[in-house]
């Protein structure tokens, strides 16, 4: 009773914004990529969009990701941890696992530094480091791993990173004059162009990993590995 | 450029609390400062209108902006907060992560008020909801993880209608910002309003409200309410367009509908929490009704009227371990009587009151089937505040908290402040009839009281109830 | 024109995602559900986008012509959307962990009857 209800309630929802939306979605002629292109001398827009004249946005967005992982941590602090002990490893498969481990590096180096280039950025760059290496700790050993994190000091350069990326995109969104500026000066198309782009897009990257990976580690934690 | 200071000031310094979390001491004086900075910022705004675009982007950029309709939500987020973190800190349970969690809320809410962007909307609402479910399942207790997910569950549907309404004006207009929604469009217009409902306090949409007051300790609802004024702001702030005046009866139809079910919700209900749950719908529904200036100043008396209601109510609940109000016979004192008493004093409309100056204002700016439907309202308010004001007291003396006092007169100093000076003539009579016709009619019924149930508020018939809104809101579009 | 078909898929989509909120008994199926709606808002954004062309919105070289580059506003948007989805999805997992650990059981119905037990 209840699910034919809400069939036909949402039927008749779906029917009337399937006629009201037809003459929202026609052709529209203009487009301002050539001067968003013009005026940042970079050559992807969906970056410069997302990290020059929309700054203000990515940065509520890093904080939201950011505290979501120190909230999942703190909340599942006094959840009960499962056992290791028993995870198989398996040797051939640990040996393909860290294959697809390097090969995710390499591509994550190669789509970070070249967001403002190609389509890319730290976004999609932190996404994919981060299936590689939990691809590799799901069949190496995830303890082994975390060992690894606390010998290189990681909560350190997360901390360090998180506040320069603030400070930059509260000082861009503030005076935004400084880096368009600093833009024009730079060739087009070059590696090392477009101002701040390339390094906040690092940071981006190396921030989303974290996140995700912290993310990841805690859930594994509590339900056991393979 | 200065505004942008009012939500960037309160992140930054909470982002640091969070990070050094294991440093109590510490996030609360940054705690205190930030709020003196953003105070300040604000007073310095005081008689200003502006609008810019940050960098001069255009089209491309955002567009941030401050007016006479922001000052009272921005006001009123600041004294609760400062009065939750007061009386949170008489608590030893709460270590850093909670200060840095409430400025972070703080600075995403003003955030939403100086916003004229619909996509920053969006993007700064769910900042300040999901820190509102991490403290809300703070305190780690079965009910109130189950309330936290009712609430995440269906502020994540409603935002997701939310945002298709967005992408549909951008189509249209090629723009996120406000100064185009004079041309978006009814559907457009239809689906933003109704997603953003769910978070607003009104009746048939927003029914996980009950449950969260129920469960958590006695700071978080207030929290949680400054959270729904964000979202009345922006109901208030749409109907001023022009794609949105064809909704004008609908909201007096909801409004005025909540307001009357809320208070007869409320006078059945028994244990306190809850009563004061079913008021928020009923109060929500006055502000609705009466959508301009006037209403934005209930919304403040009613942020301020509301916290001191529900501390001290959840601190004489704390105390006596139970929330059932027929059995607080004979065991409240004085010294927790007296802000209980004020704040029941304002909601109800007594003179010299906050309470009595908004409500007045609302009441004269609304039309005639409103001010009948507002007044039954108001009179079934006082129905059931009665249950709280006619407890017999004990003769014992209890020592308060130095914190907790200080909180419960900052906040009755608030109440008072407004309504006195702010005082008139026109409407003492009324106020005084509806007073007395509520208490007459108190001691006739109050036999007859009986809890209604609780069906609409489980997961599914919520959900159910938020979809049926949709169905008539765009009925109301096609006829 | 392609615009018009994505963004009708799209809207299907979030029909199916709300429709299975609803009617799903286990929490899992719920956020599962919860997913694809917002899956299907993504992809609305991205039909706004296509409707001023189909190309990628990168210029190779400056002084081009202008070709019918797709707009980025929506894409650049929708990136952020993306992310606040997937920290929303993260959150409810959480909780629902915590109330397995409690419960004993991912069924919404089980979970309120034993709730209003417990008053």
Same mark, same amino acid.
């Given at each position: 009773?209840?699910?034919?209800?809400?069939?036909?309630?949402?039927?008749?929802?779906?029917?009337?914004?399937?006629?009201?939306?037809?003459?929202?979605?026609?052709?529209?002629?203009?487009?301002?990529?050539?001067?968003?292109?013009?005026?940042?001398?970079?050559?992807?827009?969906?970056?410069?969009?997302?990290?020059?004249?929309?700054?203000?946005?990515?940065?509520?967005?890093?904080?939201?990701?950011?505290?979501?992982?120190?909230?999942?941590?703190?909340?599942?602090?006094?959840?009960?941890?499962?056992?290791?002990?028993?995870?198989?490893?398996?040797?051939?498969?640990?040996?393909?696992?860290?294959?697809?481990?390097?090969?995710?590096?390499?591509?994550?180096?190669?789509?970070?530094?070249?967001?403002?280039?190609?389509?890319?950025?730290?976004?999609?760059?932190?996404?994919?480091?981060?299936?590689?290496?939990?691809?590799?700790?799901?069949?190496?050993?995830?303890?082994?791993?975390?060992?690894?994190?606390?010998?290189?000091?990681?909560?350190?350069?997360?901390?360090?990173?998180?506040?320069?990326?603030?400070?930059?995109?509260?000082?861009?969104?503030?005076?935004?004059?400084?880096?368009?500026?600093?833009?024009?000066?730079?060739?087009?198309?070059?590696?090392?162009?477009?101002?701040?782009?390339?390094?906040?897009?690092?940071?981006?990257?190396?921030?989303?990993?974290?996140?995700?990976?912290?993310?990841?580690?805690?859930?594994?934690?509590?339900?056991?590995?393979? | 450029?200065?505004?942008?200071?009012?939500?960037?000031?309160?992140?930054?310094? #909470?982002?640091?609390?969070?990070?050094?979390?294991?440093?109590?001491?510490?996030?609360?004086?940054?705690?205190?400062?930030?709020?003196?900075?953003?105070?300040?910022?604000?007073?310095?705004?005081?008689?200003?209108?502006?609008?810019?675009?940050?960098?001069?982007? #255009?089209?491309? #950029? @955002?567009?941030?902006?401050?007016?006479?309709?922001?000052?009272?939500?921005?006001?009123?987020?600041?004294?609760?907060?400062?009065?939750?973190?007061?009386?949170?800190?008489?608590?030893?349970?709460?270590?850093?992560?909670?200060?840095?969690?409430?400025?972070?809320?703080?600075?995403?809410?003003?955030? *939403?008020? @100086?916003?004229?962007?619909?996509?920053?909307?969006?993007?700064?609402?769910?900042?300040?909801?999901?820190?509102? /479910?991490?403290?809300?399942? /703070?305190?780690?207790?079965?009910?109130?993880?189950?309330?936290?997910?009712?609430?995440?569950?269906?502020?994540?549907?409603?935002?997701?209608?939310?945002?298709?309404?967005?992408?549909?004006?951008?189509?249209?207009?090629?723009?996120?910002?406000?100064?185009?929604?004079?041309?978006?469009?009814?559907?457009?217009?239809?689906?933003?309003?109704?997603?953003?409902?769910?978070?607003?306090?009104?009746?048939?949409?927003?029914?996980?409200?009950?449950?969260?007051?129920?469960?958590?300790?006695?700071?978080?609802?207030?929290?949680?309410?400054?959270?729904?004024?964000?979202?009345?702001?922006?109901?208030?702030?749409?109907?001023?367009?022009?794609?949105?005046?064809?909704?004008?009866?609908?909201?007096?139809?909801?409004?005025?509908?909540?307001?009357?079910?809320?208070? *007869?919700?409320?006078?059945?209900?028994?244990?306190?929490?809850?009563?004061?749950?079913?008021?928020?719908?009923?109060?929500?529904?006055?502000?609705?009704?009466?959508?301009?200036?006037?209403?934005?100043?209930?919304?403040?008396?009613?942020?301020?009227?509301?916290?001191?209601?529900?501390?001290?109510?959840?601190?004489?609940?704390?105390?006596?371990?139970?929330?059932?109000?027929?059995?607080?016979?004979?065991?409240?004192?004085?010294?927790? /009587?007296?802000?209980?008493?004020?704040?029941?004093?304002?909601?109800?409309?007594?003179?010299?009151?906050?309470?009595?100056?908004?409500?007045?204002?609302?009441?004269?700016?609304?039309?005639?089937?409103?001010?009948?439907?507002?007044?039954?309202?108001? *009179?079934?308010?006082?129905?059931?505040?009665?249950?709280?004001?006619?407890?017999?007291?004990?003769?014992?003396?209890?020592?308060?908290?130095?914190?907790?006092?200080?909180? /419960?007169?900052?906040?009755?100093?608030? @109440?008072?402040?407004?309504?006195?000076?702010?005082?008139?003539?026109?409407?003492?009579?009324?106020?005084?009839?509806?007073?007395?016709?509520?208490?007459?009619?108190?001691?006739?019924?109050?036999?007859?009281?009986?809890?209604?149930?609780?069906?609409?508020?489980?997961?599914?018939?919520?959900?159910?109830?938020?979809?049926?809104?949709?169905?008539?809101?765009?009925?109301?579009?096609?006829? | 024109?392609?615009?018009?078909?994505?963004?009708?898929?799209?809207?299907?989509?979030?029909?199916?995602?709300?429709?299975?909120?609803?009617?799903?008994?286990?929490?899992?199926?719920?956020?599962?559900?919860?997913?694809?709606?917002?899956?299907?808002?993504?992809?609305?954004?991205?039909?706004?986008?296509?409707?001023?062309?189909?190309?990628?919105?990168?210029?190779?070289?400056?002084?081009?012509?202008?070709?019918?580059?797709?707009?980025?506003?929506?894409?650049?948007?929708?990136?952020?959307?993306?992310?606040?989805?997937?920290?929303?999805?993260?959150?409810?997992?959480?909780?629902?962990?915590?109330?397995?650990?409690?419960?004993?059981?991912?069924?919404?119905?089980?979970?309120?009857?034993?709730?209003?037990?417990?008053?």
């Amino acid at each position: 009773m209840k699910s034919f209800m809400t069939f036909v309630l949402i039927a008749y929802c779906f029917v009337i914004i399937a006629f009201g939306a037809w003459d929202n979605l026609v052709y529209r002629d203009d487009n301002n990529v050539m001067e968003i292109s013009e005026r940042l001398n970079v050559p992807n827009t969906v970056t410069a969009v997302y990290l020059q004249s929309r700054v203000y946005d990515t940065l509520f967005e890093i904080i939201l990701f950011t505290m979501v992982a120190m909230a999942v941590a703190l909340m599942l602090k006094s959840e009960p941890v499962h056992e290791h002990n028993n995870q198989t490893i398996d040797n051939s498969t640990s040996v393909y696992g860290s294959l697809v481990g390097v090969l995710s590096l390499t591509a994550f180096c190669f789509v970070v530094l070249n967001g403002h280039l190609s389509p890319g950025g730290g976004f999609a760059g932190g996404v994919i480091l981060a299936s590689g290496i939990s691809l590799y700790a799901i069949t190496s050993g995830f303890s082994g791993v975390n060992r690894q994190y606390e010998r290189m000091k990681a909560g350190l350069i997360e901390g360090v990173s998180f506040v320069i990326i603030i400070s930059s995109m509260t000082f861009a969104a503030v005076f935004p004059e400084v880096f368009q500026q600093l833009n024009q000066k730079q060739s087009f198309g070059a590696l090392f162009s477009g101002g701040i782009i390339p390094m906040l897009n690092v940071l981006i990257g190396l921030k989303v990993y974290a996140a995700s990976w912290k993310m990841v580690g805690e859930f594994v934690a509590r339900r056991g590995p393979l | 450029m200065d505004i942008l200071l009012l939500p960037t000031l309160p992140i930054i310094t #909470g982002s640091i609390a969070i990070i050094l979390h294991r440093k109590k001491r510490l996030a609360q004086v940054l705690f205190f400062l930030c709020c003196l900075a953003v105070i300040t910022i604000l007073l310095m705004q005081l008689n200003q209108e502006k609008t810019f675009q940050i960098g001069g982007w #255009g089209d491309t #950029g @955002i567009t941030v902006g401050f007016d006479a309709l922001n000052l009272p939500f921005m006001l009123s987020s600041i004294i609760v907060a400062v009065a939750v973190s007061l009386s949170a800190m008489t608590r030893a349970t709460y270590d850093g992560f909670f200060y840095g969690l409430i400025m972070i809320l703080l600075g995403s809410l003003n955030a *939403v008020y @100086i916003s004229r962007d619909l996509f920053n909307i969006y993007v700064t609402f769910e900042l300040a909801s999901i820190v509102g /479910y991490i403290l809300i399942a /703070y305190g780690k207790k079965g009910k109130q993880i189950w309330a936290a997910m009712k609430y995440a569950l269906l502020s994540s549907v409603g935002f997701s209608v939310f945002l298709i309404g967005a992408g549909l004006a951008y189509a249209r207009t090629g723009s996120f910002s406000f100064l185009s929604l004079n041309e978006i469009g009814s559907l457009a217009g239809a689906l933003i309003f109704t997603g953003l409902s769910v978070k607003s306090g009104l009746f048939f949409v927003s029914m996980w409200l009950p449950d969260v007051y129920d469960s958590t300790p006695a700071e978080i609802p207030l929290l949680s309410g400054i959270i729904i004024k964000a979202e009345d702001y922006l109901i208030l702030r749409f109907i001023t367009y022009d794609s949105f005046q064809w909704l004008a009866p609908m909201y007096l139809g909801v409004g005025a509908i909540s307001a009357v079910i809320g208070a *007869v919700y409320a006078f059945n209900a028994r244990k306190s929490q809850r009563v004061l749950a079913y008021h928020t719908f009923s109060q929500i529904g006055f502000i609705v009704t009466a959508s301009n200036i006037h209403g934005a100043w209930h919304a403040f008396s009613h942020s301020i009227f509301k916290g001191l209601l529900l501390l001290s109510a959840g601190k004489i609940s704390e105390r006596l371990k139970t929330q059932d109000l027929s059995k607080w016979k004979g065991k409240m004192t004085v010294g927790e /009587y007296i802000p209980l008493l004020i704040g029941s004093l304002a909601i109800i409309g007594f003179p010299l009151t906050s309470g009595y100056v908004t409500k007045g204002g609302i009441i004269d700016s609304v039309p005639l089937t409103g001010v009948v439907m507002l007044t039954i309202a108001s *009179v079934a308010t006082v129905i059931s505040f009665c249950k709280f004001v006619f407890i017999p007291l004990s003769k014992r003396k209890l020592k308060l908290p130095k914190l907790l006092i200080m909180s /419960y007169v900052l906040l009755s100093s608030g @109440i008072l402040f407004h309504g006195v000076i702010k005082f008139d003539y026109y409407k003492l009579g009324e106020s005084l009839a509806v007073i007395g016709a509520g208490v007459v009619l108190y001691f006739l019924i109050r036999k007859y009281f009986r809890p209604i149930s609780t069906k609409p508020e489980k997961l599914d018939e919520s959900l159910v109830l938020f979809v049926g809104f949709i169905a008539v809101v765009l009925t109301m579009l096609i006829l | 024109m392609i615009s018009q078909v994505i963004s009708y898929t799209s809207f299907f989509a979030v029909a199916i995602g709300i429709f299975g909120v609803i009617t799903s008994r286990n929490l899992i199926r719920k956020i599962i559900s919860l997913g694809i709606c917002e899956t299907g808002t993504t992809l609305f954004f991205v039909g706004v986008s296509a409707a001023t062309g189909t190309f990628a919105p990168v210029v190779p070289a400056t002084g081009m012509a202008a070709v019918a580059f797709s707009d980025p506003v929506p894409q650049a948007v929708i990136i952020t959307g993306i992310v606040i989805n997937f920290s929303i999805l993260c959150l409810l997992l959480v909780f629902t962990i915590m109330l397995m650990n409690r419960y004993h059981t991912v069924d919404a119905k089980t979970i309120e009857r034993i709730l209003d037990k417990e008053e």
